[in-house]
């Protein structure tokens, strides 16, 4: 294999934090996979939480077969995602890992669901040109 075809393959499993929160509404379904301490603290607006140990088992009733599925975690430093995306891969679904986890999707400054509601942080000019 080619460094090209690597990573022309690799892009077909992987999306941006950027990309999922401009897709259009309900064209992917969102997993965290993270466990429920973690989707307590926040999580994005709209997404459902299989924990990756649970995918096997929730996934079938939680997220229709023809979806098109993107996992994430806590971020870069975490391969949770990845275990995730292989278990619904090997149930058949359409799956891509969400590079950067929740950790970049915040560090862009889009939004996350708490218990005390909504919140937003100003975004990080480090990792993004979005403005909010």
């Known amino acids: 294999m080619s460094a090209s075809d690597y990573f022309r393959a690799k892009?077909?499993?992987e999306i941006d934090v950027m990309d999922v929160a401009d897709a259009a509404p309900g064209s992917l379904v969102v997993v965290d996979t993270r466990r429920q301490s973690s989707w307590d603290h926040g999580h994005i607006?709209?997404?459902v939480h299989i924990p990756t140990a649970q995918v096997p088992s929730l996934a079938p009733d939680?997220?229709?077969a023809d979806s098109r599925v993107v996992v994430y975690s806590w971020g870069?430093?975490?391969n949770g995602c990845t275990f995730a995306a292989l278990a619904f891969a090997e149930l058949g679904y359409s799956v891509k890992e969400m590079i950067g986890g929740i950790e970049y999707w915040i560090r862009n400054g889009l939004p996350v669901e708490t218990a005390g509601?909504?919140?937003q942080s100003k975004p990080d000019a480090l990792v993004t040109a979005h403005t909010a």
Request: hydrophobic residues 45%; charged residues 0%; aromatic residues 6%.
């Open 117 to 119: 509601g909504v919140v």
């Open 76 to 78: 870069p430093g975490c």
């Open 62 to 64: 939680l997220v229709p």
């Open 45 to 47: 607006p709209g997404a």
């Open 11 to 13: 892009l077909q499993f």
